[in-house]
């Protein structure tokens, strides 16, 4: 089974502090993603890896960046953290579309909040 | 336009009902589908790949419709456990990235 594992499942933070995100998956995959879920809106991509220090901007990549220098981990940093930023994040792994259909296995999800 | 709409619902049915999703995505070119389920607080997981000739896995059934660009989800015999949030997944080609639905809403009652 795959394993996605997020460093924390509850966060709180202040405002302007820098955040890390941590993200360590166990199957080798070459792709990984950081998404932010809230009600009403679903799931936002952020940022997405599809290969060691490979990153691209998803759809709202602002206030975040990536870091991704080995393939099993995939950090998200919240460079000056704001009240805006507070939701759930959920980092997920999957192998290359070349592999075939391809789901997205997901971690625990990290429930952030900014204070 | 959003790239992939379902209809957020609540769906409140009683045990033993069937139940049917339908979600739409705009990107034609789209090549992979598949529906999640998403309990409350926790995170998303693989319910079924949906396949061009329609598949079944137990009490779910899935189908596409690349002319009419939706695929959908039956559920039949409802169970209690089947309350959930219901996520229409799409990968639009070429991408590597999943584009999602905001999910419908199920809940089963006794």
């Known amino acids: 089974d795959v394993k996605v594992t997020q460093s924390s499942r509850y966060l709180v933070k202040r405002t302007g502090e820098k955040v890390f995100l941590e993200c360590v998956q166990d199957m080798d995959h070459e792709n990984m993603f950081w998404y932010r879920q809230d009600p009403g809106l679903g799931l936002r991509l952020i940022y997405f890896s599809y290969d060691v220090k490979m990153k691209e901007k998803g759809d709202i990549p602002e206030g ?17 953290a704001s009240t805006n930023q507070t939701s759930m994040y959920l980092c997920a792994s999957s192998l290359p579309i070349t592999a075939g259909t391809s789901p997205q296995h997901f971690g625990d999800g990290t429930r952030l909040s900014i204070l | ?37 998403q309990d409350c607080r926790k995170e998303p997981k693989l319910l079924m790949s ?8 137990g009490r779910f059934t899935a189908q596409l419709n690349r002319a ?5 989800l039956l559920i039949r015999d409802s169970k209690l456990s089947d309350s959930a949030t219901y996520l229409c997944v799409v990968i639009p080609l070429p991408a590597y990235d999943m584009r999602f639905g905001a999910g419908t809403r199920l809940t089963v009652k006794p």
């Open chain 2, 1 to 37: 336009r959003k790239e992939v709409e379902q209809d957020p619902g609540p769906f409140n049915v009683p045990e033993g009902a069937t139940v049917a999703f339908n979600c739409t995505y705009s990107n034609s070119a789209s090549q992979s589908f598949f529906w999640y389920r």
């Open chain 2, 68 to 72: 009419s660009q939706y695929i959908s």
């Open chain 1, 64 to 80: 975040y960046s990536v870091s991704r220098e080995k393939k099993e981990r995939f950090s998200l940093i919240l460079e000056s």
């Open chain 2, 50 to 57: 949906v396949y061009s000739s329609g598949n079944e896995d």
